[in-house]
């Protein structure tokens, strides 16, 4: 194969720009790029702030109660979004909550989990529930199983880390969210609410959701993350 060698490129037209080539090759995935007076170079492309982690779908049975996400990479990223459709698979009318899970990958039930939520009803009403409790936060009220039941999932997670003011952590395992679901019966329910877990700790890695009183069923998600 023949091989061109020149050190400058320029376009035909009448006075155009003439860029100077770099003199070695770059590492691999950089991209060239011009200093604005004809001179190329090879740089690396800036990582996104706002990076897609991880996606599944599953359909029938997950096996478990919880669908988790352990040992996420809380001191790139500081806030996690969760967003996707998710279903009880063996129970009706389950109200699907979340948990924190710690650094060893245990569901985090210490601390005082404080949450409110506003439910929109299809009637035009609407419902506020609040709560406090040592294991979980309520994400909705009832969900149903059955065909086209279930739930959209729109949930921001932070996590407090040992960078953070200290006044700040006890209020940085946090979460807001926002939720579309069927109950049983198939009528339509909207909410929107936030919670976190009142406890100064900050090695929590992960989180939970999960449908009370029975295990996880379909799902379609992807899960992004937030740089610092």
């Known amino acids: 194969m023949s091989t061109i060698k020149t050190n400058q490129l320029a376009h035909t037209a009448n006075g155009a720009s003439v860029y100077t080539l770099p003199t070695a090759d770059g590492s691999a995935g950089q991209v060239l790029k011009t200093d604005g007076s004809g001179n190329l170079s090879w740089t690396t492309v800036a990582a996104p ?9 599953s359909t029938g049975s997950h096996g478990s109660q919880y669908l988790s996400f352990e040992n996420l990479d809380i001191t790139t990223y500081k806030f996690f979004d969760l967003i996707g459709y998710f279903k009880p698979h063996d129970v009706d009318a389950a109200v699907f909550r979340f948990r924190y899970r710690n650094n060893s990958n245990s569901l985090v039930d210490s601390s005082v989990y404080s949450y409110a939520y506003n439910e929109k009803k299809h009637s035009n009403t609407s419902n506020c529930v609040t709560g406090e409790d040592t294991d979980k936060i309520d994400l909705t009220g009832s969900v149903g199983y059955a065909a086209y039941e279930g739930v959209y999932l729109n949930l921001r997670v932070s996590f407090a880390d040992s960078s953070d003011p200290t006044n700040a952590t006890a209020l940085l395992n946090s979460l807001t969210w926002q939720a579309t679901y069927r109950e049983q019966g198939n009528d339509g329910r909207h909410t929107t609410g936030e919670g976190h877990a009142f406890t100064a700790n900050n090695a929590f890695s992960g989180f939970s959701i999960y449908p009370h009183g ?8 992807c899960l992004y993350g937030m740089k610092r």
């Open 49 to 57: 702030d706002y990076v897609k982690i991880s996606k599944a779908t």
């Open 214 to 221: 029975g295990n996880m069923g379909d799902f379609s998600y």
